[in-house]
């Protein structure tokens, strides 16, 4: 139990284009998801909170209108980087928490990589 | 949210015990320690969490010292599946409302386990 899926897995796309990413959790509903941000031999960085049926909350230093966060559903939150750059190559990951666990006992899914030239 | 160090890499043979450590000197009596781990290229997997008495799933062993300023990740017999960054996250949970919020990920340890 617990999965979270990520789609696509990778995606290289053209400079000035949006790209689209798709969270799904497959076994369990989750109200908040959690997309972060990994560049090369970097940590994970939490770039905002996804709450199913209202704004999404961002951390300091993240765009909002360059990272479009929604989440129509329980199961479904997509982000969507718009104009994309070179910078914003990076390995991009999402999170959920099944509703019967502690706060911190995420689920992450596998991640795409986003290649912008 | 308590700070925590870990040592930046570490070496163990396949087959024995992999011990981590993780020093959270100034946890609060309310805060939990967490691990994770992420194998290169795929997303974090959670693998255990305490309090202060130890823990033992599946995957590893959590050992919080009687003071809980430090614990020990065990992982009883490594393979080589098993390198991988190893993080441990020190948060104070929240049960109300089956509420959630963000990982702050730290630069973990880099286990690597040798055949």
């Known amino acids: 139990g617990a999965v979270v899926s990520q789609h696509p897995s990778w995606v290289i796309c053209k400079s000035g284009t949006s790209v689209k990413i798709e969270c799904r959790s497959l076994?369990?509903?989750?109200?908040?998801m959690f997309w972060y941000r990994q560049f090369p031999k970097q940590s994970l960085m939490l770039m905002a909170t996804?709450?199913?049926?209202?704004?999404?909350?961002?951390e300091q230093g993240v765009e909002k209108d360059k990272f479009l966060i929604n989440h129509a559903s329980l199961t479904l939150s997509t982000l969507t980087v718009t104009s994309a750059h070179p910078e914003d190559s990076s390995f991009y990951i999402c999170?959920?928490?099944?509703?019967?666990?502690?706060?911190?006992?995420?689920?992450f899914g596998p991640g795409t990589r986003l290649t912008v030239t | 949210d308590a700070k925590t160090t870990q040592p930046p890499s570490m070496d163990c043979a396949e087959g024995r015990a992999a011990n981590l450590p993780c020093n959270h000197s100034?946890?609060?009596?309310?805060?939990?320690v967490y691990w994770y781990r992420q194998i290169h290229s795929q997303g974090p997997q959670y693998i255990i969490h305490?309090?202060?008495n130890n823990e033992t799933n599946e995957m590893a062993s959590l050992i919080i010292t009687e003071d809980r300023k430090s614990s020990t990740l065990i992982l009883p017999h490594a393979t080589l599946r098993d390198t991988a960054v190893y993080y441990c996250i020190v948060r104070a949970t929240m049960y109300s409302g089956g509420g959630a919020d963000g990982l702050t990920f730290g630069k973990g340890t880099h286990l690597i386990i040798q055949p």
């Open positions: 100034t946890i609060s009596g309310n805060e939990y």
């Open positions: 996804s709450n199913e049926g209202s704004k999404a909350t961002y």
């Open positions: 076994d369990f509903q989750a109200t908040t």
């Open positions: 999170s959920a928490k099944p509703p019967d666990k502690s706060s911190y006992e995420q689920y």
């Open positions: 305490g309090l202060k």
